[in-house]
Nanobody
Framework: QVLLAETGGGLVQDGGSLRLSCAAS????????MAWFRQAPGKEREFVAA????????DYSNSVKGRFIISRDNVKNMVHLQMNSLKPGDTAVYYC?????????????????WGPGTQVTVSS
């Protein structure tokens, strides 16, 4: 069993920055790819970014590429999402996700573990 917990959400103005963090606990040695998803009201859960087990490879959705950076610290069992140049369209609940798989996937059904989510609101 793996538990995930996100922190760092909040309210920020258009063009601002936020850094989300996700702490993993439990059987963390089993984890492969970790990712961030988001879900806005009335919309489906959307892939944001993913990072490989080693942290050496990353994948981003087109909507955040060049603005967001995902990183991973396997010593502290943490994953971070640095979000820059935020837009009102980035407003959503952001979820940390993890899987035992080592291949990238942007399909939320692939992921085995989920955090409860943290709200990010970008005001115009």
């Amino acid at each position: 069993q793996v538990l995930l917990a996100e922190t760092g959400g909040g309210l920020v103005q258009d063009g601002g920055s936020l850094r989300l963090s996700c702490a993993a606990s439990g059987r963390t040695f089993s984890l492969g790819v970790m990712a961030w998803f988001r879900q806005a009201p009335g919309k489906e859960r959307e892939f944001v970014a993913a990072i490989s087990r080693s942290g050496g490879s990353t994948d981003y959705s087109n909507s955040v590429k060049g603005r967001f950076i995902i990183s991973r610290d396997n010593v502290k069992n943490m994953v971070h999402l640095q979000m820059n140049s935020l837009k009102p369209g980035d407003t959503a609940v952001y979820y940390c996700a993890a899987t035992v798989r080592v291949d990238f996937s942007n399909n939320y059904s692939t992921y085995d573990y989920w955090g409860p989510g943290t709200q990010v609101t970008v005001s115009s």
